[in-house]
């Protein structure tokens, strides 16, 4: 994470527009996420069903979001998106783990932005939606490959074992035990784990407590002589 | 002794995944749904399937103040892979309860005829280690 949080800061001081795109983009998806007239009406009232139910989540998640406005959830959150981005994988990578050149190809394309990510704290908590499938729970590195998001899962995840690939890729799979890879023990689960924006949020409470522990240390320090 | 609460199967019902062009849905849906009518026939309150991604479908059953999550995801073109979780925060008698939902689930699956060879596993257990994939080797 900290790695790609420097070669995003090193980025975007070498080409600004590069992070004034990003927030653009981040900007006109928060519209599209939110606002039902952003997007185009679908075409069939199933799609539609579909557009409004994603619109109706994300609008949960604002929820969430203004619930923790005073302990800066938004900048969290807009920090460690950018914290969470991944370099893209080539298909070499998974053709020297042992899979076809199509599963390959499938396997280095990038994880798709609607594809579910992994859940921090696991759905079967049974945690209220709006924290629940925020950005503060389920972490889906931007840029991140299909294969590097199994391998991610399964680094963070005990209970994931592996899953299908494209239905036209059977009879190839994706099993964590074939390729020899294994999850972090405890304190790796946690932090590689838990979503850049709760790292941030955490961090910045942290500092924030930090900040006013030092704060009434320094003030009382200068009552007594 | 330790519960067996995965279990490895294969099944008749036809595979669900969707790759289409911008919607992609991890198959298993109609398995769960399959799998919540046999628990609402035997008294449990089952919530509508929740999409888990590359976890597969879910569902939160509930009976007696009990509560208890099960997962179906498609290994690959055959396998299918359940595991279940007991999510009751009542410590006791918690695990003849656990028992019975078990016992309940693979008789259940048992007598459905559309599914076949129920390898019942413990959560530590690998069910790719007893069904390998068709490639990706460990590399050296």
Known sequence: ?225 | MTLKTCAVFKSDIPSDQIDEEGFEQFGGLNLVEALSAMLVRRGYRVEPPWDGGLDGWMLNIRKDGRRYWLQVSEMDAVQRYLVCFDMSWVWLPRRARYEAFLQGLDEDLRKDGRFHEIVWLLKEQDPYELFPPASATVTP
Do not use: C
Not at chain 1, 24 to 48: C, H, Y
């Open chain 1, 1 to 225: 994470m900290t790695k790609a949080a420097i070669d995003y800061a090193r980025n975007g001081v070498s080409n600004p527009r590069s992070v004034a795109n990003d927030l653009k983009r981040g900007a006109r998806q928060a519209r599209i996420d939110l606002d039902p007239r952003a997007t185009s009406v679908a075409t069939t009232f199933v799609g539609e069903v579909r557009r409004n139910f994603d619109i109706g989540q994300n609008q949960g998640e604002l929820l969430f979001d203004l619930g923790s406005l005073a302990v800066g959830g938004p900048y969290a959150k807009a920090v460690g998106r950018f914290a969470d981005a991944r370099a893209a994988a080539t298909p070499a990578k998974y053709i020297g783990q042992g899979f076809s050149e199509r599963a390959a190809n499938y396997l280095a394309e990038p994880y798709p932005a609607r594809g579910k990510g992994h859940h921090f704290a696991p759905k079967r908590w049974g945690l209220p939606k709006g924290f629940s499938d925020s950005e503060f729970n389920v972490l889906k590195p931007p840029g991140i490959s299909r294969g590097d998001f199994y391998k991610l899962h399964r680094n963070v995840d005990e209970s994931f074992h592996g899953a299908g690939l494209s239905k036209a890729l059977r009879p190839e799979s994706w099993s964590a035990k074939a390729l020899g890879i294994e999850p972090y023990g405890l304190i790796g689960r946690l932090w590689y784990g838990s979503p850049g924006p709760l790292k941030a949020r955490v961090g910045g409470m942290a500092a924030g407590v930090g900040g006013g522990a030092y704060d009434v240390e320094h003030r009382e320090g200068r009552r007594d002589p």
